[in-house]
């Protein structure tokens, strides 16, 4: 039994993979802060309306789609949207192909929550650390 085609803004993909492929393409081929072009823009406007948060990501409604590097993460290209109200924000291509689990999110948050104190108990410690126990 083959798995039906997704659909997006008219385009057919028989998998994911090819789905996140086109949508790769879009996102390192595209100028870093210029918005995409009217036929990238409304692609990635109907990809968006996967996106597990899509009402509350496109708010009052979407002027544009673009580019640009992630402050959090300075190698990283990533889409960003700005809403009509002029206000941006950025959205995942991959959590909009592939949900992130309440669970996931649940250890990612606590995992950042004690970060600080991880460093710094590395930070602390004398290289290689002997094991108590052995």
Known sequence: MSRPAIIVAGESFAT??????????ILHGATLRQRLAETEFRFRLDVLQRHPHAEQKVGCGVEAIFVRVNPQYSATRGFWLRRFDGSETDFSYLECLNPTSHAARFTRACRSAIEDQILGFKDRQTWPIDCPFT
């Open 16 to 25: 994911k993979k090819a789905l996140q492929e086109r949508i790769r393409v």
